[in-house]
């Protein structure tokens, strides 16, 4: 980031002032600006990352005391049939998400990004889903997924019978990714929208003087100069999706018979329902490892599609 | 790009149709939030109210726990965010503006806290505040708000910014960093805190697992709390919870509003955060 860089270089001019006294003058006044945030990262981070890895090795109901059970809990993720459930549940979200929200945001980020009338009502409208309550909205969506709600009734003079959204298995998680794709697409919108007003109008201008249709600026000017945007959108979206808690919570308990309970939600499930606080830590640890594991194919991946000016 | 006339008209009139197709929920929310329970539950759906029931929402905040809720969202809320803004800026100030031992060192420190998921400081954060007793506490729902390793760096990019000529000016004219953090960098810098400001705003009004995991008594639910309990309670009075669910997003809508520059800005500038 150009402006991080920048900072690297800033020195503060007081040090030509005071050259000697400047290291432990700042010291002080750092530990002053610094106190709340020192503190604030040991108590809300540091510690509790300690705590994790200490629970992850352990025991522990809240009730009893903790009890070290070395590497107990993660033998039983391995041979976890639910686990394995979850981890493909976390699968299908994460691929079906990133598909909708990347094709779909990048259609409202190429409608956005032209000058027509009204553009700033309509940017408003696009980002209002993203920045609502989603137990608010979600609540909104599990009634009209209802058998007799507004989507089945909408969907019946199109010939389409009453589809059990949310109270069939097979159905449930094609509901949640869509009512999660309505809620975060134009998170990936404003990103690609920003990467699309980055690139210069002269190479449209140039590439249709030498005849290029639509298509083709499309595929060798946009695509390709846009794709470090992408890059970045995938990484984050997957992350954040990976993460993901309200929208079950509210609208399926991970239900019907498991069939959208993630690797998140089952962290929730078995720390705070069945209080397997060493467990849940032990699947929160794995979380971390599939989060870092993706990320790094990912980074590798980037160099057989990524184009960097 | 010049467009011609027609692909114009079939633009705005594709950007017509998504704007309405993501509006959709919200208008039904409305829409149910006016209804009698009766015309709520009748099939086919009843897309507009006969006589609008505004009283559902008077229902809502009185009987059903929405307006307790709402003043206790409203008062965390507002002590998060003011004491983030707070914490953060101090914090960017000392990384943007001050050279001590391990500067950098500690900043990659929080930088690298931001990698760790949630998920894995949630669990033990949740003992923490059993242990201590906290359990069913303002303060369990405020402390954690207080502080954010992504708010420093934001306003320490922010931060950056502002030419150092700015400091060196006030040191001569005898001030200390002190002045220079209240009378310098924190007024030159109203579009940082506005976007952290929007941020913690949003993250906070709109939590729901951290109150999951520390509230049980119905005094102390913020809205989205109240709203998720109320699913198992009032299953039936869809009308009643539709009309809460609008309540709890009216005053997200109305800042957004007021900050959607910064909001929009900053996520393209940091990308952290859905």
Not at chain 1, 5 to 10: D, G, H, N, R
Not at chain 1, 47 to 66: K, M, Q, R
Not at chain 1, 163 to 179: F, G, H, N, Q
């Given at each position: 980031m150009a402006t991080g860089q920048k900072a690297q270089t800033?020195?503060?001019?007081?040090s030509i002032l005071r050259?000697?006294?400047r290291r432990h003058r700042d010291l002080y006044v750092a530990l002053l600006f610094l106190a709340p945030s020192l503190l604030g990262l040991f108590l809300l981070q540091v510690l509790p990352i300690g705590t994790a890895l200490v629970l992850g090795v352990s025991e522990w109901n809240i009730i009893d005391p903790v009890k070290f059970v070395g590497l107990k809990n993660f033998v039983e993720v391995a041979t976890d049939a639910t686990f394995y459930h979850t981890l493909e549940n976390t699968l299908y979200i994460t691929v079906g998400l990133e598909i909708l929200n990347t094709l779909l945001g990048l259609c409202a980020a190429l409608l956005l990004k032209n000058a027509m009338r009204g553009i700033d009502l309509y940017r408003t409208i696009y980002f209002l889903p993203l920045i609502t309550t989603w137990a608010a909205v979600a609540i909104a969506w599990r009634y009209m997924y209802s058998l007799e709600g507004p989507i089945n009734a909408m969907l019946g003079p199109l010939g389409i019978d009453p589809i059990p959204w949310l109270s069939r298995p097979e159905w449930a998680m094609p509901a949640v990714i869509i009512t999660i794709t309505w809620k975060t697409l134009s998170w990936k919108t404003i990103i690609l929208l920003a990467g699309l007003q980055s690139i210069p109008n002269e190479f449209y201008e140039a590439s249709s003087i030498d005849g290029a249709s639509r298509l083709q600026q499309f595929w060798k000017i946009t695509l390709p100069l846009l794709s470090p945007a992408l890059f970045f959108a995938l990484i984050i979206g997957i992350i954040n999706t990976l993460q993901i808690f309200d929208p079950i919570f509210i609208m399926t308990d991970g239900g019907?018979?498991?069939?959208?309970?993630?690797l998140s939600y089952y962290i929730y499930t078995r720390g705070f329902?069945?209080?397997r606080m060493g467990y849940a830590a032990a699947l929160s640890w794995v979380l971390f490892a599939i989060i870092l594991l993706f990320t790094l194919i990912q980074w590798i991946l980037q160099k057989r599609w990524v184009f960097y000016q | 790009m010049k467009l011609r006339r027609r692909e114009t008209i079939s633009l705005q009139l594709v950007t017509l149709l998504g704007a309405a197709a993501l509006l959709f929920p919200f208008l039904w929310m409305i829409s149910a939030s006016l209804q009698t329970l009766q015309e709520v539950e009748?099939?086919?759906?009843?897309?507009?109210?006969?006589?609008?029931?505004?009283a559902n929402y008077v229902d809502a905040v009185v009987n059903y726990n929405i307006g307790r809720a709402l003043i206790n969202s409203a008062v965390i809320t507002t002590v998060s965010v003011v004491g983030q803004l707070i914490v953060c800026s101090l914090g960017a100030y000392a990384f943007s503006r001050l050279r001590f031992p391990g500067r950098d060192t500690l900043f990659l420190l929080f930088l690298a806290t931001m990698?760790?998921?949630?998920y894995v400081t949630i669990i033990p954060l949740y003992t923490m505040v059993w242990s201590a007793g906290l359990i069913d506490t303002y303060t369990a729902l405020i402390f954690p708000g207080l502080f954010s390793p992504f708010g420093t760096f934001l306003l320490r990019q922010f931060f950056n910014q502002i030419p150092i000529s700015l400091d060196e000016a006030t040191l001569i004219d005898g001030g200390n960093h002190w002045h220079i953090y209240l009378y310098v960098i924190m007024p030159l810098s109203r579009g940082g805190l506005g976007a952290l400001g929007i941020f913690s705003f949003l993250g906070i009004w709109n939590t729901l697992f951290w109150p999951v995991l520390v509230i049980n008594s119905k005094e102390l639910f913020t809205l989205p709390l109240a709203l998720a309990m109320a699913q198992g309670q009032f299953v039936t009075l869809i009308h009643i919870q539709m009309a809460g669910s609008v309540i709890a997003c009216v005053p997200v809508i109305v800042v957004f509003l007021m900050l959607q520059k910064q909001f929009i800005a900053s996520i393209a500038l940091s990308g952290m955060k859905q």
């Amino acid at each position: 980031m150009a402006t991080g860089q920048k900072a690297q270089t800033v020195s503060a001019p007081w040090s030509i002032l005071r050259p000697k006294e400047r290291r432990h003058r700042d010291l002080y006044v750092a530990l002053l600006f610094l106190a709340p945030s020192l503190l604030g990262l040991f108590l809300l981070q540091v510690l509790p990352i300690g705590t994790a890895l200490v629970l992850g090795v352990s025991e522990w109901n809240i009730i009893d005391p903790v009890k070290f059970v070395g590497l107990k809990n993660f033998v039983e993720v391995a041979t976890d049939a639910t686990f394995y459930h979850t981890l493909e549940n976390t699968l299908y979200i994460t691929v079906g998400l990133e598909i909708l929200n990347t094709l779909l945001g990048l259609c409202a980020a190429l409608l956005l990004k032209n000058a027509m009338r009204g553009i700033d009502l309509y940017r408003t409208i696009y980002f209002l889903p993203l920045i609502t309550t989603w137990a608010a909205v979600a609540i909104a969506w599990r009634y009209m997924y209802s058998l007799e709600g507004p989507i089945n009734a909408m969907l019946g003079p199109l010939g389409i019978d009453p589809i059990p959204w949310l109270s069939r298995p097979e159905w449930a998680m094609p509901a949640v990714i869509i009512t999660i794709t309505w809620k975060t697409l134009s998170w990936k919108t404003i990103i690609l929208l920003a990467g699309l007003q980055s690139i210069p109008n002269e190479f449209y201008e140039a590439s249709s003087i030498d005849g290029a249709s639509r298509l083709q600026q499309f595929w060798k000017i946009t695509l390709p100069l846009l794709s470090p945007a992408l890059f970045f959108a995938l990484i984050i979206g997957i992350i954040n999706t990976l993460q993901i808690f309200d929208p079950i919570f509210i609208m399926t308990d991970g239900g019907p018979a498991d069939s959208t309970r993630t690797l998140s939600y089952y962290i929730y499930t078995r720390g705070f329902q069945n209080l397997r606080m060493g467990y849940a830590a032990a699947l929160s640890w794995v979380l971390f490892a599939i989060i870092l594991l993706f990320t790094l194919i990912q980074w590798i991946l980037q160099k057989r599609w990524v184009f960097y000016q | 790009m010049k467009l011609r006339r027609r692909e114009t008209i079939s633009l705005q009139l594709v950007t017509l149709l998504g704007a309405a197709a993501l509006l959709f929920p919200f208008l039904w929310m409305i829409s149910a939030s006016l209804q009698t329970l009766q015309e709520v539950e009748s099939f086919p759906p009843i897309w507009i109210p006969e006589v609008p029931q505004w009283a559902n929402y008077v229902d809502a905040v009185v009987n059903y726990n929405i307006g307790r809720a709402l003043i206790n969202s409203a008062v965390i809320t507002t002590v998060s965010v003011v004491g983030q803004l707070i914490v953060c800026s101090l914090g960017a100030y000392a990384f943007s503006r001050l050279r001590f031992p391990g500067r950098d060192t500690l900043f990659l420190l929080f930088l690298a806290t931001m990698m760790i998921p949630h998920y894995v400081t949630i669990i033990p954060l949740y003992t923490m505040v059993w242990s201590a007793g906290l359990i069913d506490t303002y303060t369990a729902l405020i402390f954690p708000g207080l502080f954010s390793p992504f708010g420093t760096f934001l306003l320490r990019q922010f931060f950056n910014q502002i030419p150092i000529s700015l400091d060196e000016a006030t040191l001569i004219d005898g001030g200390n960093h002190w002045h220079i953090y209240l009378y310098v960098i924190m007024p030159l810098s109203r579009g940082g805190l506005g976007a952290l400001g929007i941020f913690s705003f949003l993250g906070i009004w709109n939590t729901l697992f951290w109150p999951v995991l520390v509230i049980n008594s119905k005094e102390l639910f913020t809205l989205p709390l109240a709203l998720a309990m109320a699913q198992g309670q009032f299953v039936t009075l869809i009308h009643i919870q539709m009309a809460g669910s609008v309540i709890a997003c009216v005053p997200v809508i109305v800042v957004f509003l007021m900050l959607q520059k910064q909001f929009i800005a900053s996520i393209a500038l940091s990308g952290m955060k859905q």
